[in-house]
């Protein structure tokens, strides 16, 4: 090995690559990452699939074996970028990003950044989660990872935690579009674990997890012949609206750990918590604790630093889905990079980068404007469409959480079929009414519907008036058009 | 069935679902495509990894067995949402989307949209395309899917076109990405046509490809066991520069015809021809023909419309890598569909999607300002350092396109091997220069290097400077530091 040492060793790096034409305003980069400093003698992953046991039998066993493979692209593939963006050529300085113009269109923004996120914006982001979030210690941009949703999150977490067909468990009814996320690219299934609405003591509640369950459900997957690799919650609950205890998220952490399960907790809705008094906690305001059973063990902590993964995003908690704005956050490094390599395909533009920066650090507007605003809003919409439920005697769950609540619409059914539950949502959805039944979030029971309420109030009374039509009219088991549309006017408004 | 016919069928669809607050300025949203409108009577596909034969052996013969199911995904999901979106409860309308105000944010923008991109944009690139492909007839919006950049895009094509371990064909060099774009999330893989630099004839030019090296490697792949699905063409050529004619991009597309092998076209760099004289042609320009073999079969149409996959991106042509915006051209819905499916993880923000639109109509500017100046510059910078490597003696070769120069230090490497081809490429990097070397692009000759020179002058002169001490103390096989650092005066700017 040879090298010529440099007279000024302070000079910057040239790169023949990827740098702008800054007076158009363009860069003309190139990704040159993948491409001019992979080292001749690390060798390449074996890409007919198996894998070159080397490199996937390495020692960070948090990742599945193509996970070991997309970490491994990442680690080989940065050298010439990072010894180029260590020393960058470039004569004037970034300028600070403290002015609160959204719109600013930095010549950096549109060049290629680090996958992970610019760290302006994972330095919000760690602020950000530490204020709301509660967190005991901040919270560190290096455990941050932005890409563009909860979506590509869930596929990307289930493409480096897992193999093809292996699963993670997750408690049912459930968001049913995870089902997709970790099984379209990643090949993942998912492992349920059957919750009813049936309360059988003086602590429980409809549809509550409890560890006896996810016992149950992963003793079953195993005899099935299914691995599991993690297991996923949604706290706040979607379609529930219910949230967690921090007792029982302890309860949850312990089994996970006992069987050394991943925890992918999904918080998308933790801003959404528009009821105080039910005292949401989120998994990273949790104190980190020693597991009793083993005192000893300094890598007993809970929750497990090196496999819970948490995920928020601005789709529900500031209503901007087609933003495409999510973030993990992880201390298992491995965990971080292999996702942040799959960000090539779930980047986020710098533009929405910058713009998301100046939002989350706007801590007056959320606090003082938008969450309180948003909160009597959500709540007034809940209150109306309890109030309707109520009147029409139809039983619901809601904790004060989210945008729906969970509507027992069993009595409607008359032989409690999930084929009826399809036929009343496609009656409902004839009227002009869309919800979401409940087999589409596996729930176990037919007859279950969620109804969103984050919505104006006239369009909210608009639907509840067609809601009370589609009911109205269920009991005539009319097998063919037309009985006559008897609206009661009494029903119109309420 | 049964259904409650409604007194006004004109009525609008209330939504008690995916919303907005419209004060607020916010959306309550929430994809609901997976969740609220799955149909019962059909059959969800086997998600532990095999597929239900009954959906994965449909008639779409184009799609690979897990990109049948992505597609049958979208398909089943997207009853309830597109029946709310047909009749859609809104007051007010959409306001025109002709204002030119690139920092527009309507609500719209900030919700859940189609996954293959806001129409308002799609019909942009369509007529983008168009305009700047030479189209014989107006392409069109249906046919297009829009994405967060190329990246993206080979790893949707990859994963709905090829089974895991099946392949495409790809010539090298080639731009080294691709490897990890259809392997990390597709578990495809490349398999190479190896060009070299012999020139064999008169009609021929160093790393020509033609349909007999095509015959060559697929015979070798499937001598090997590998199933080939496609071609991978980029055009004009990365790190060539070079650009196939018309004629020849016909003879790669009868190949592929022969063998049914999809074609992807990756014309990145389609507006980055800087020297007019080279005639570049999209391979959208083609006028369809029917191939001579077969004319009497419809079916036999060149450019396969069912097997021609076009991308582009703003990366590079217009120098915004890190605005991540990229676009798939083609006519197999089916493969639209999937790809589109896939778009949940690849999507862009409704902001970026509303500025693309504003900047790819704004003809005037690119053709009048943009193009002309971005050219000229290309060309100045290109001539810089061809003439600097000609006067080093160094050959190299470039025909006009693209950022680079594909340059043969050859002579610089003793023993010829890929080791000393890294070593210099190290030299290289610790005298501050970024370059690529020919191993990253799967060159079977050692000692091609990419010189990107698509930056500012001073740059390239400062880059260029240092290259030349590199190659100077090449002479000197120092194995341990210090050589003395002799700088030649009269090589400093040249």
Known sequence: MFTLPQKDLSAPTTCLGPTCMQDLGSSHGDDLEGECSRKLDQKLPELLGVGDPAILSSDTSYLSSRGRMIKWFWDSAEEGYRTYHMD???????????????????????????????????????KFLSFYCKSPAPLRPENVVVLNGGASLFSALATVLCEAREAFLIPTPYYGAITQHVCLYGNVRLAYVYLDSEVTGLDTRPFQLTVEKLETALREAHSEGVKVKGLILINPQNPLGDIYSPEELQEYLVFAKRHKLHVIVDEVYMLSVFEESVGYRSVLSLESSVLRLFPRCALCRLPDPQRTHVMWATSKDFGMSGLRFGTLYTENQDVATAVASLCRYHGLSGLVQYQMAQLLRDRDWINQVYLPENHARLKAAHTYVSEELRALGIPFLSRGAGFFIWVDLRKYLPKGTFEEEMLLWRRFLDNKVLLSFGKAFECKEPGWFRFVFSDQAHRLCLGMQRVRQVLAGKSQVAEDPPPSQSQEPSDQRR
């Open 88 to 126: 960058e050529y470039d004569e004037d300085k970034n300028p600070s990003l403290s002015q609160s113009d959204m719109q600013r269109v930095e010549p950096s923004l549109l060049q290629y950044a680090d996958w992970r996120g610019h760290l302006f914006l994972r330095e919000e982001v760690a």
